[in-house]
């Protein structure tokens, strides 16, 4: 008799037993619905834990029939292959990213027939030539780097049960805002690799220094800092890319696409693992891309508007009423002369930062475990009175379980950005409907497969020919998401309404199927609990302009190299206007 433990993509454990049928088959310890065949009859059976018994079943399911669990049912040796594991010939294969321990790598080399392990660049694979070791595998995991999974069910309609954590996130404690204390619970999350830090980012996009993520106010040395001077060449940042690790991530997609995996990785493990908010303008991946620590404000230096993230601004000053094009303008005022790394917020870093607050949260839903955000009774005057930084000295994360809009504290906080939902719909660059189909873009230039060599504003549909096609978006007005449909490259689009304020997503969607529209996400002052991270307005066209749609700046800096080269070419131009001058 053979019996293996096993655990699957989705972390649970149970037995895997071969036996001949005139074997007793074994019931202490037995897992529900662990596996078992009989050699000699090929019969397959189920076990149920409440009875203590072994059921049979046929693979066709139907008629009340058990039906067999997720396991591919190739053997080799006697050994059935699981999650995670392929075998090619003599060898199996360990994916990285879909076995979760030691303990299953281990697993994995008592299937194979010889129990030897050599290591190939896809992983691991088992062979006759090295005998394994604990010490050795440990290794290879460590090799391998860190990989955060989870997969969302969409079928589960409770927002949380419907998250299971994968790979290196197995164990770990959700995060999650302790209303009751006033403070937020990071769990096993505070120093994951990929948390950003605040930091002051001068326009060429050189960091001048970092905040202390306690007070703003401060740099890390408790000097004062300059976070809330309209004078200071450059604005308030969260730098992403903790000391130089890029952020990879890996969609990996079920039958129905609307259910799903996402991997989160310090490198890149595969070619299926992609960086797309590391990719400049320039076409480089770049050690670190910037997202504003605070909603717009709209700061003249004299002779220009700029779109700038600053503390101590008067909502009155937040971008509003403007157009998209008229946004954009603005945002990329910041740039210095012959450099051109800023923009509105644009769509790869909200795909990146919605994933990360899924897994730290281990919730579809974001609300409840990081705060209402400023969502009730909210109008144009209310907000005129808001002042960005009302959560400086609150660390990078900080909400109330409360949208009142007068109370200007309820405001969230995540990953050091304030308002992140609630208070303005933010309008952001790569998303667009054109009569209900979505169409996206991930990267300035084409390295996502788009043939666009720019982000596009326009209300004319073919002016986004160059864009990727996405999905179709159903009719919605503010209605509750049920379920979305996501691509490889992490883009996404809703597919089904029909949610509530208490289950799903518990965000809404706005779409106009007859228009070309402009995406806002995250919802305002009054949109009530319809607001959150994954809240989504496609109604409108990138000509509309209210006091409840606004934008913030972000950057992408230019490489080390593009950035040597650029001062060289001004010191040149310098040089040269000195020359004329005499």
Same mark, same amino acid.
């Given at each position: 008799?053979?019996?293996?433990?096993?655990?699957?993509?989705?972390?649970?454990?149970?037995?895997?037993?071969?036996?001949?049928?005139?074997?007793?088959?074994?019931?202490?310890?037995?897992?529900?619905?662990?596996?078992?065949?009989?050699?000699?009859?090929?019969?397959?059976?189920?076990?149920?834990?409440?009875?203590? +018994?072994?059921?049979?079943?046929?693979?066709?399911?139907?008629?009340?029939?058990?039906?067999?669990?997720?396991?591919?049912?190739?053997?080799?040796?006697?050994?059935?292959?699981?999650?995670?594991?392929?075998?090619?010939?003599?060898?199996?294969?360990?994916?990285?990213?879909?076995?979760?321990? &030691?303990?299953?790598?281990?697993?994995?080399?008592?299937?194979?027939?010889?129990?030897?392990?050599?290591?190939?660049?896809?992983?691991?694979?088992?062979?006759?030539?090295?005998?394994?070791?604990?010490?050795?595998?440990?290794?290879?995991?460590? /090799?391998?780097?860190?990989?955060?999974?989870?997969?969302?069910?969409?079928?589960?309609?409770?927002?949380?049960?419907?998250?299971?954590?994968?790979?290196?996130?197995?164990?770990?404690?959700?995060?999650?805002?302790?209303?009751?204390? +006033?403070?937020?619970?990071?769990?096993?999350?505070?120093?994951?690799?990929?948390?950003?830090?605040?930091?002051?980012?001068?326009?060429?996009?050189?960091?001048?220094?970092?905040?202390?993520?306690?007070?703003? /106010?401060?740099?890390?040395?408790?000097?004062?800092?300059?976070?809330?001077?309209?004078?200071?060449?450059?604005?308030?940042?969260?730098?992403?890319?903790?000391?130089?690790?890029?952020?990879?991530?890996?969609?990996?997609?079920?039958?129905?696409?609307?259910?799903?995996?996402?991997?989160?990785?310090?490198?890149?493990?595969?070619?299926?693992?992609?960086?797309?908010?590391?990719?400049?303008?320039?076409?480089?991946?770049?050690?670190?891309?910037?997202?504003?620590?605070?909603?717009?404000?709209?700061?003249?230096?004299?002779?220009?508007?700029?779109?700038?993230?600053?503390?101590? +601004?008067?909502?009155?000053?937040?971008?509003?009423?403007?157009?998209?094009?008229?946004?954009?303008?603005?945002?990329k005022a910041n740039n210095p002369d012959g450099i051109d790394i800023w923009d509105t917020e644009v769509y790869a870093d909200v795909i990146l930062v919605n994933f990360l607050l899924t897994l730290i949260s281990k919730s579809i839903e974001s609300r409840t475990a990081f705060g209402q955000g400023i969502h009730t009774s909210g109008t144009d005057a209310i907000n005129d009175g808001f002042t960005s930084g009302v959560h400086d000295t609150k660390g990078l994360f900080w909400g109330t379980n409360s949208g009142a809009a007068e109370t200007y504290m309820n405001a969230v906080k995540v990953f050091g950005m304030e308002n992140w939902w609630g208070f303005m719909w933010r309008r952001f660059a790569g998303l667009v409907a054109v009569n209900g189909t979505e169409k996206y873009k991930l990267t300035r230039g084409t390295q996502d497969g788009s043939t666009a060599n720019d982000y596009v504003v326009s209300t004319t549909g073919s002016a986004y020919d160059g864009y990727l096609m996405g999905g179709t978006l159903p009719a919605a007005s503010g209605s509750y998401i049920k379920k979305q449909e996501l691509r490889p490259d992490g883009s996404y689009t809703p597919t089904v309404v029909?949610?509530?304020?208490?289950?799903?997503?518990?965000?809404?969607?706005?779409?106009?199927?007859?228009?070309?529209?402009?995406?806002?996400?995250?919802?305002?002052?009054?949109?009530?609990?319809? &607001?959150?991270?994954?809240?989504?307005?496609?109604?409108?066209?990138?000509?509309?302009?209210?006091?409840?749609?606004?934008?913030?700046?972000?950057?992408?800096? +230019?490489?080390?190299?593009? /950035?040597?080269?650029?001062?060289?070419?001004?010191?040149?131009?310098?040089?040269?206007?000195?020359?004329?001058?005499?």
């Amino acid at each position: 008799m053979i019996s293996v433990n096993r655990r699957t993509l989705y972390g649970e454990v149970f037995n895997d037993v071969r036996c001949l049928s005139s074997d007793e088959k074994p019931t202490e310890g037995i897992k529900n619905g662990s596996t078992l065949i009989e050699i000699d009859t090929g019969k397959r059976y189920l076990y149920d834990a409440l009875s203590c +018994q072994w059921n049979e079943f046929s693979q066709g399911g139907g008629g009340g029939d058990y039906v067999l669990p997720t396991m591919s049912p190739t053997t080799k040796g006697g050994a059935t292959v699981g999650e995670g594991l392929t075998m090619d010939g003599t060898a199996l294969s360990v994916d990285y990213s879909e076995v979760a321990s &030691v303990d299953a790598l281990e697993e994995a080399t008592a299937l194979s027939p010889t129990g030897g392990i050599v290591s190939t660049q896809d992983g691991l694979a088992i062979d006759t030539d090295v005998i394994a070791t604990r010490e050795y595998v440990d290794s290879r995991i460590n /090799a391998r780097g860190t990989v955060y999974g989870f997969h969302v069910d969409s079928n589960e309609s409770d927002s949380t049960a419907c998250v299971t954590y994968l790979a290196d996130a197995l164990g770990m404690t959700p995060a999650h805002m302790d209303y009751a204390n +006033q403070r937020f619970d990071y769990g096993s999350w505070e120093n994951a690799f990929f948390m950003p830090k605040p930091c002051m980012l001068k326009y060429d996009g050189t960091v001048d220094y970092y905040l202390d993520p306690n007070d703003y /106010a401060k740099k890390l040395d408790s000097t004062a800092s300059d976070v809330a001077d309209p004078t200071y060449a450059g604005n308030a940042m969260m730098e992403w890319g903790r000391d130089g690790k890029i952020i990879w991530y890996k969609v990996v997609l079920d039958a129905d696409p609307t259910s799903y995996s996402v991997y989160i990785a310090d490198n890149q493990v595969d070619d299926a693992y992609v960086c797309y908010p590391f990719i400049n303008g320039d076409g480089d991946i770049v050690k670190h891309f910037y997202t504003p620590c605070y909603f717009g404000s709209i700061v003249n230096d004299g002779t220009k508007d700029v779109l700038r993230s600053l503390s101590g +601004q008067l909502g009155s000053a937040r971008c509003k009423s403007k157009t998209a094009a008229q946004e954009r303008t603005m945002a990329k005022a910041n740039n210095p002369d012959g450099i051109d790394i800023w923009d509105t917020e644009v769509y790869a870093d909200v795909i990146l930062v919605n994933f990360l607050l899924t897994l730290i949260s281990k919730s579809i839903e974001s609300r409840t475990a990081f705060g209402q955000g400023i969502h009730t009774s909210g109008t144009d005057a209310i907000n005129d009175g808001f002042t960005s930084g009302v959560h400086d000295t609150k660390g990078l994360f900080w909400g109330t379980n409360s949208g009142a809009a007068e109370t200007y504290m309820n405001a969230v906080k995540v990953f050091g950005m304030e308002n992140w939902w609630g208070f303005m719909w933010r309008r952001f660059a790569g998303l667009v409907a054109v009569n209900g189909t979505e169409k996206y873009k991930l990267t300035r230039g084409t390295q996502d497969g788009s043939t666009a060599n720019d982000y596009v504003v326009s209300t004319t549909g073919s002016a986004y020919d160059g864009y990727l096609m996405g999905g179709t978006l159903p009719a919605a007005s503010g209605s509750y998401i049920k379920k979305q449909e996501l691509r490889p490259d992490g883009s996404y689009t809703p597919t089904v309404v029909g949610g509530s304020a208490s289950t799903y997503y518990r965000d809404a969607l706005w779409t106009n199927l007859n228009a070309v529209t402009f995406a806002f996400r995250g919802g305002a002052s009054a949109d009530s609990a319809r &607001v959150g991270a994954w809240y989504l307005a496609l109604d409108n066209e990138a000509s509309r302009a209210a006091w409840v749609f606004g934008a913030a700046p972000s950057c992408k800096p +230019q490489s080390p190299e593009a /950035a040597m080269a650029s001062r060289i070419k001004k010191l040149e131009q310098t040089v040269a206007q000195l020359v004329a001058g005499e």
